[in-house]
């Protein structure tokens, strides 16, 4: 059986082994794989496997004909592939889900704690020499927020939002949340509605999925909503938010700053307005990859594929 792995290079660069996909059949590692050359790389093989390469309608057709009759995500995400055409064909999709939870959950904390104590700052004041030149034995250069008794609001409860929330009680904060559907909170945390979740919190993090109603969520409006001193995080899907909107706000000092991990673009052009908004701090779609998240991803998407050969199809989306 032949297996196809369109664009490997980031789930793993070199520091994983992709043996558990090589124990499955003849496979063929791509690390990225272009538009234009994706029939040729992936024809005569019942197993493709995508990140974020496109499989549009017209090429699952095409690679059916060839032989296709498996396609799997390295990703929690599936928007990326025709489920209608899949799904005609009898082809499953089957996709990665919670395997990065806690990694994005830490890495919306090392956002938070980068605007609450300034470590950076600090950092680069004693290498230029302020410490060393400082009567007193020691000094700030901004103030500090405890965040203990602090307001976080959480924007979509999943797996990930829950794990956030478990966080933020361990160090003393009230937790608001809301969500498409009411869910079962812990001791702590409070449902609420859209608006006071932004008028109420002093951060407000995104953890809902890419959707019509989403799209756009952070927007004039909602950004009017919070605190002058508000910080916003998103790790879920950059079309969640009007950029341009978030940018005037940051950049006219209606909200304390921002942490980005996701644009609507990915990599941004150059023109995005976040690249040169005040403190918004941007990172290249990382919160998900850690070491350990993406070894786990490769182990259950090569499971994925064990088990569809074996006849019992999991974290099928279609």
């Known amino acids: 059986m032949y297996l196809c792995i369109l664009d490997g290079e980031t789930t793993n660069p070199g520091d994983l082994s992709w043996a558990p996909f090589s124990a ?41 004909d060839t032989g296709l009759r498996y396609i799997g995500t390295l990703s929690t995400g599936f928007n990326v592939i025709d489920l209608d055409a899949a799904k005609a064909l009898a082809i499953p999709v089957c996709n990665v889900p919670t395997y990065c939870t806690q990694s994005v959950a830490q890495y919306v904390f090392a956002m938070i704690l980068h605007f ?19 009567r007193n034995f020691c000094y700030w250069k901004s103030d500090f927020l405890e965040l203990c008794g602090k307001t976080l ?38 449902f609420v509605s859209k608006e006071e979740v932004f008028r109420q919190s002093d951060f407000v993090t995104l953890h809902c999925p890419l959707t019509k ?47 980005v991990d996701v644009l609507s673009t990915e990599p941004p052009k150059a023109d995005n307005p976040l690249l040169t908004a005040k403190n918004c701090v ?18 259950i998407a090569a499971e994925n594929v064990r088990c569809w050969q074996t006849g019992h199809t999991r974290n099928n989306v279609c």
């Not at 496997?49 to 496109?54: A, D, E, R």
């Not at 104590?117 to 030149?133: E, K």
């Not at 941007?282 to 182990?299: C, F, G, N, Y």
């Open 24 to 64: 499955l059949g003849d496979l063929t590692v791509y690390d990225f794989t272009k538009p234009e050359e994706l029939f040729s790389r992936a024809a005569h093989h019942e197993i493709v496997i995508t990140n974020k390469t496109v499989l549009t309608g017209q090429m699952i057709r095409a690679l059916y």
């Open 116 to 134: 609450s104590n300034q470590i950076a700052l600090h950092d680069a004041s004693v290498h230029q020499g302020d410490w060393t030149n400082c």
């Open 153 to 190: 609001g959480i924007v979509g409860y999943g797996h990930i939002g829950a794990a956030v929330a478990k966080i933020a009680l361990s160090m003393g904060m009230k937790v608001l949340v809301t969500s498409r559907t009411k869910k079962v909170l812990p001791d702590g945390c409070d």
């Open 213 to 259: 109603d989403s799209t756009n969520l952070i927007n004039a409006e909602t950004l009017s909503w919070m605190k002058k001193s508000a910080i916003l995080i998103n790790t879920s899907r950059g079309g969640v938010i009007d950029e341009k909107a978030l940018a005037d706000a940051l950049n006219e000092g209606r909200i304390g700053g921002a942490g």
């Open 282 to 299: 941007i990172t290249p779609h990382i919160a998900w990859a850690s070491k350990a998240a993406r070894s786990r991803l490769m182990e």
